[in-house]
């Protein structure tokens, strides 16, 4: 028997001067550097990494977090309402990555990621990463006329991960879906099946839920 099923395909984001129906620029930036042309994002860096020239993916600063259990952190100046926003954003040039370690990117409130499962840790290239927030669990995400609040954000190393970041940011978008045949079914797999289709009304956009099999081995619950 031949079936067909959805695969995350990549995303749609919502870049440049845009505007939601409810005034919601659609990138905010959490940070992107401090220098005379890194115009932007007002949460503070803390913790290790130091601000580089060479670090940079656009502008004048980016970050150099070095290696051996490095925790750098982004602290708003406030609770920043997240709920019209759908990914974090960032840009990354891993410089070493020893297999079998990790970066966990997690918020102050919901579930602790392991970001090695959105990237090429192999790949010593800058990469955009695009972690959707629905897999941080914040309380109250995708919930009708709520309020999300985040405050800080974290980048915990263990071992030994050298690495580049810079213009980190919340952004709108949607996840894109392809359509493949599936000839031999693994019936468990049907745990994993996307969920019917909606409309967001809050934010005007069609989404699919479609969590990722191995989500659940992979994120820890940040109390």
């Keep these: 028997m031949e079936i067909r099923t959805l695969v995350s395909a990549g995303y749609n984001l919502w870049e440049g001067d845009c505007v939601t129906t409810s005034g919601i620029e659609c990138v905010t930036i959490i940070w992107n550097g401090t220098g ?3 115009i932007g994002g007002d949460w503070s860096h803390q913790g290790d ?3 580089e020239a060479y670090a940079k993916y656009s502008g004048r600063n980016g970050l150099h977090v070095v290696k051996n259990s490095s925790f750098a952190r982004f602290i708003g100046p406030y609770q920043l309402d997240v709920s019209d926003y759908t990914m974090l954003s960032m840009w990354v040039k891993p410089l070493e990555w ?4 990790e970066i966990s990117v997690y918020f102050n409130v919901g579930y602790s990621l392991d970001l090695s499962a959105y990237m090429n840790t192999l790949s010593n290239e800058w990469q955009r990463v695009l972690v959707p927030l629905a897999d941080f669990g914040l309380p109250n995400w995708g919930d009708p006329g709520a309020t999300v609040g985040v405050k800080q954000l974290n980048l915990n190393s263990n071992g030994n991960i050298q690495y580049y970041t810079d213009d980190i940011s919340l952004v709108i978008g949607t996840t894109v879906y392809e359509s493949i045949p599936v000839c031999h079914p693994d019936m468990d797999a049907f745990e994993t099946e996307p969920t019917e289709p909606r409309i967001d ?3 005007g956009i069609h989404v699919r839920a479609f969590p ?3 989500l ?3 994120r820890k619950y940040i109390p």
Excluded: I, L
Aim: aromatic residues 0%; hydrophobic residues 15%.
């Design 98 to 101: 020893t297999v079998g370690d």
């Design 36 to 38: 005379v042309e890194d």
């Design 216 to 218: 659940e081995a992979r």
């Design 49 to 51: 990494g130091t601000e």
């Design 212 to 214: 990722p099999p191995n």
């Design 201 to 203: 009304t809050k934010r």
